[in-house]
């Protein structure tokens, strides 16, 4: 029985952690959906849902077990609607432990039939986030060791409207 897994996340923007965390995760799984969330709670993005999606198809297009596409409302929703039996999510310090152990608690309270399996990056990819890499482009920083080109290229043309 193939075992399909979802990566979920905002991806404002697909950084190069990201995109290893999928790469391992192709490795692993049959098939791994990259599903961009339309909802981002509290946070608001600098790009708009469908940019992000476009960025992150292009960033993985070489991976052929790799899909993206984006989702609204709960992750363990989306994740039954499509058959998804696993949510991968990263970790890339303690600090994040806390709280995905939580989402994975509540997760698997929501639902019996979806597991979420944790990774950790590679060790130059760790203390990227997209946040970060927003911010040292915004302040003018050189971001070429944290992002592909063309979601860098995409970045600097938002900064600069």
């Known amino acids: 029985m193939p075992v399909n897994a979802m990566y979920p996340g905002t991806f404002d923007p697909i950084t190069l952690g990201h995109e290893d965390l999928v790469r391992r995760a192709a490795n692993l799984f049959d098939k791994v959906i990259v599903a961009i969330a339309a909802n981002t709670g509290s946070k608001v993005p600098m790009f708009s849902v469908d940019e992000r999606v476009a960025m992150a198809r292009d960033a993985l ?16 929703d989306f994740a ?21 152990f939580q989402l994975a ?17 590679t060790e130059k990819y760790n203390f990227i986030s997209s946040s970060l890499v927003r ?11 944290f992002v592909s080109p063309s979601v860098r290229e995409a970045l600097m043309e938002r900064i600069r409207a």
Not at 61 to 76: C, H, K, S
Not at 83 to 95: F, K
Not at 135 to 145: F, K, N, Q, S, T
Request: hydrophobic fraction near 35%; glycine fraction near 6%; charge should be negative.
């Open 61 to 76: 297009a070489e991976i052929d077990n790799v899909e993206v596409t984006r989702y609204n409302g709960l992750t363990v």
């Open 135 to 145: 911010e040292v482009a915004e302040l003018g920083g050189d971001i070429r060791e």
């Open 80 to 100: 039954e609607k499509n058959d998804l039996r696993v949510i991968v999510r990263g970790l890339r310090a303690v600090s994040d432990f806390e709280y995905e």
């Open 105 to 121: 608690n509540m997760n698997r309270h929501l639902t019996k039939k979806v597991e979420t399996a944790f990774l950790t990056p």
